[in-house]
């Protein structure tokens, strides 16, 4: 079955960096386009950042290039790097795929803090 397993969160300083990573299993990784989302308490889930198949990628608005999505395809694993984090990047941050329905990671709390 479809497995999306996040690792990488904790709490880091205003300012830091952290690099999140999910690994998949049960999919044709290289075949399917990538997400990170986040869902902040008390705001709907919204989009960080995705990469296709060939590598072209998007982000939120509210990244203005902080953040870098990247792909492994031999590790079947999906990466974001996140620098110059703000509190405001508080949330549970989630990894998706859509492969015939919709598929969620447990998600990875990041809480940026002093």
């Known amino acids: 079955q479809v497995q999306l397993v996040e690792s990488g969160g904790g709490l880091v300083q205003p300012g830091g960096s952290m690099r999140l990573s999910c690994a998949t299993s049960g999919i044709i990784f290289s075949d399917r386009g990538m997400y990170w989302f986040r869902q902040a308490p008390g705001k709907q889930r919204e989009l960080v950042a995705g990469i296709t198949t060939s590598g072209a990628t998007n982000y939120g608005e509210f990244v203005k290039g902080r953040f870098t999505i990247s792909r492994d395809n031999a590790e079947n694993t999906v990466y974001l790097e996140m620098n110059s984090l703000k509190p405001e990047d508080t949330a549970v941050y989630y990894c998706?795929?859509?492969?015939?329905?919709?598929?969620w990671g447990q998600g990875t709390q990041v809480t940026v803090s002093s």
């Open positions: 998706y795929v859509y492969y015939n329905r919709d598929y």
